[in-house]
């Protein structure tokens, strides 16, 4: 005789029910209402009875990206930051529009090709268009984590090889014509702050002054790209910024991103720089770091990469990394 109490009704962490039956076995009731859930339940208790529940490797591929995308975003939204929200929004609508609403476990490498060979179509660049691949292979981890497939058919799907750039930062004369365009007072402080503390776009934004511990020197980025707290102490320069608006509360800079990168970016055509964007203001920091002969282990801290090997980027700028590989040379 069947055992029902082997089936569970639960909730997941993003506000759908699902059952799950038999040594683990899940189904997602792809409802965020709990009493429509208990119906599903019980309907599920009698199929059960009668030997009908559709094994799980079965069920998905019965799930389509349209069903699932729904569901995805309602969690991407609530546990992302909003932008990263937005890309997998967009990211997913380009989906559905050029490889079209399949079933999950359906969708191939030959899906992303037609993908990948659309976007460059479109004219979108080659790491506007890797984000796109990252995206989607994160969508296909979370289905398979949230066991729609088996596993993740993309998860070694290589991006899209380029040529690699030394990272453009601005010299200390580039600095001072920047600084001498900038007619508002709030935007000459932000521009500080991502000089002096190579910030991300999205961290400056968010930053608060209940974040900046004036007393000790130091800044507190708690809203990071990689989800982990790092310390930056606050440069003299910057704090005589600061020090014109302290003590104040909420947010230092009332504005959103897109508004930042507008912004700066008329900023740097005044000075004759267009080819800078907001993003080399952080290679600015860590480059005149390196120069001031800072370490890579202290730079990487400062600004809070996960990975020694993103560092690196500038290890050609540092003195001893040029005397060293002088004294190689042998003639």
Do not use: C
């Amino acid at each position: 005789m069947l055992d029902l109490n082997i089936m569970r009704l639960y909730k997941r962490e993003n506000g759908i029910y699902y059952v799950e039956f038999e040594r683990g076995k899940k189904r997602s009731l792809r409802t965020k209402d709990k009493a429509l859930a208990q119906r599903l339940f019980n309907q599920l208790k009698r199929e059960y009875l009668k030997g009908k529940i559709v094994e799980l490797s079965k069920q998905s591929t019965k799930i389509k990206f349209s069903e699932f995308r729904e569901e995805f975003l309602d969690w991407s939204y609530s546990h992302h930051q909003r932008e990263v929200a937005q890309i997998n929004d967009r990211v997913s609508k380009r989906w559905l529009e050029i490889v079209g609403n399949k079933y999950l476990s359906a969708y191939n490498k030959k899906d992303m090709d037609l993908f990948i060979s659309r976007l460059r179509d479109f004219g979108l660049s080659i790491t506007t268009v890797n984000i796109h691949i990252r995206h989607i292979k994160s969508i296909f981890s979370k289905a398979a984590e949230w066991e729609y497939i088996e596993y993740n058919q993309f998860l070694r799907f290589k991006e899209i090889r380029q040529q690699q750039r030394p990272p453009r930062f601005l010299t200390t004369n580039e600095i001072k014509r920047i600084e001498e365009v900038i007619d508002r007072k709030d935007f000459l402080l932000l521009f500080k702050f991502f000089i002096y503390t190579g910030a991300r776009r999205n961290e400056a934004v968010y930053i608060t002054w209940n974040d900046i511990d004036m007393e000790n020197n130091i800044i507190h980025f708690k809203k990071t790209k990689t989800y982990l707290s790092r310390v930056v102490p606050i440069h003299p320069v910057l704090k005589k910024e600061l020090e014109k608006y302290y003590p104040a509360i909420g947010r230092l800079f009332k504005f959103n991103h897109h508004w930042v990168t507008h912004k700066l970016k008329d900023y740097f055509r005044k000075a004759d720089l267009p080819e800078i964007r907001v993003h080399d203001l952080r290679h600015t920091f860590a480059s005149q770091m390196v120069m001031s002969g800072v370490d890579l282990k202290t730079v990487q801290e400062l600004l809070g990469h996960t990975s020694y090997k993103t560092t690196e980027i500038y290890a050609h700028l540092a003195p001893q990394h040029l005397q060293e590989a002088i004294k190689k040379l042998k003639i």
